[in-house]
């Protein structure tokens, strides 16, 4: 009788096991899987946005070419972008750059002692 409740037990440890050990191999697949696959998905939908859209501005912004917001943000702006994430007295520039072929050289006006900053980012690497 002991036999038979201690196989009986043993079996219900093996499926707690094994489901515990998929568990834990369904999650590190999908984290690996977010981790690799979000960043390129939301790039990808940046660079579709600025290219074929541009900031609300109602046409693209060529590869290659920056383009600066002419006006502050503010609630009433008709780019989303200046309406919900941008510091109210700050001017934006935006441009998709292909670094591909050659490289390219980024002249910056005289700002005349006021700060200013450039981001260049490549999540593909």
Not at 62 to 88: I, K
């Amino acid at each position: 009788m002991k036999n038979e409740k201690n196989i009986g037990s043993g079996k219900k440890h093996r499926h707690l096991l094994v489901f515990l050990l998929s568990t834990a191999v369904a999650s590190i697949l999908g984290t690996c899987a977010y981790i690799s696959i979000i960043p390129t998905a939301i790039y990808s939908g940046y660079e579709k946005g600025i290219v074929d859209n541009g900031l609300g501005i109602g046409h693209g912004i060529p590869v290659n070419t920056l383009y600066t917001v002419p006006n502050l943000a503010s609630p009433y702006a008709t780019s989303y972008f200046l309406r919900t994430g941008a510091a109210t007295d700050t001017l934006y520039s935006v441009g998709w750059l292909d670094l591909k072929d050659k490289p390219l050289v980024l002249h910056v006006p005289d700002m005349h002692g006021r700060y200013y900053s450039i981001q260049f980012t490549d999540p593909k690497d």
